[in-house]
Structures are given as structure tokens and as C-alpha cells.
């Protein structure tokens, strides 16, 4: 059975610093792509960051400089570095492990940014 669970997330002031933690079980973490996507409220899921097996990354624009993805095989785990966080960063982050036509989503962990 597959499970993603993540953690890491809470409150936060504008300039501020997070990581969250994606910690897999199963076989899928050595042959998926594992990426993180943030949900803000009352708009859609959308992709963060996402790394390969392989260790390539891709970044959203909004991620670009300010958020690194990261993965240590040893633990199963991906990794998302949020620095100079936003208070449009808010929202629920999820982790997704996905492999040809099957994907699998965590729960989820709350970021929010306020002063």
C-alpha cells in the first residue's frame, strides 16, 4: 500500500522559512516523480516543485528562487525548502507520487503567512 504523509507545515511571518517533509512507504518513492503542489483557498491545486527519480527539478514561476525540492533516498522522503515566504504561499501543500498512469496524493500540511 502506497502512502504520502506530509509534514512540516504552520505559521509564519512574511520573510520566513518552512520545510516540509513528504515521507513515502511502498517501493513507488524509487520510481516515481515526487512533486508538491499548493492549494490556496477557494482556488485550484497547482504544482510547486516536482523531482524525478533521477534528480531532475522543475520549479512554478511563483517557486523559482525561493523554493528548493529535494529528495534523500536513504529516508524515502522529498524535501521542499520555502524561504522569503509570501502571504499568498498560504494554503494547504500536497505531496504527489506519480508513475506512468498512476499517481497517489498525501493529506496535506497547512502553511500560513500572516503578520
Known amino acids: 500500500q502506497v502512502q504520502l504523509v506530509e509534514s512540516g507545515g504552520g505559521e509564519v511571518q512574511p520573510g520566513g522559512s518552512l520545510r516540509l517533509s513528504c515521507a513515502t512507504s511502498g517501493r513507488i518513492f524509487s520510481i516515481a516523480t515526487i512533486s508538491w503542489h499548493h492549494q490556496a483557498p477557494g482556488k485550484q491545486r497547482e504544482l510547486v516543485a516536482a523531482i524525478s527519480t533521477r534528480g531532475s527539478r522543475n520549479y512554478s514561476d511563483s517557486a523559482k528562487g525561493r523554493f528548493t525540492i529535494s529528495r534523500d533516498n536513504a529516508k524515502n522522503t522529498v524535501y521542499l525548502q520555502m524561504n522569503n515566504l509570501k502571504p499568498e504561499d498560504t494554503g494547504v501543500y500536497y505531496c504527489?507520487?506519480?508513475?506512468?498512469?498512476?499517481?497517489?496524493w498525501g493529506k496535506g500540511t497547512l502553511v500560513t503567512v500572516s503578520s
Open positions: 504527489k507520487a506519480a508513475r506512468d498512469s498512476s499517481y497517489y
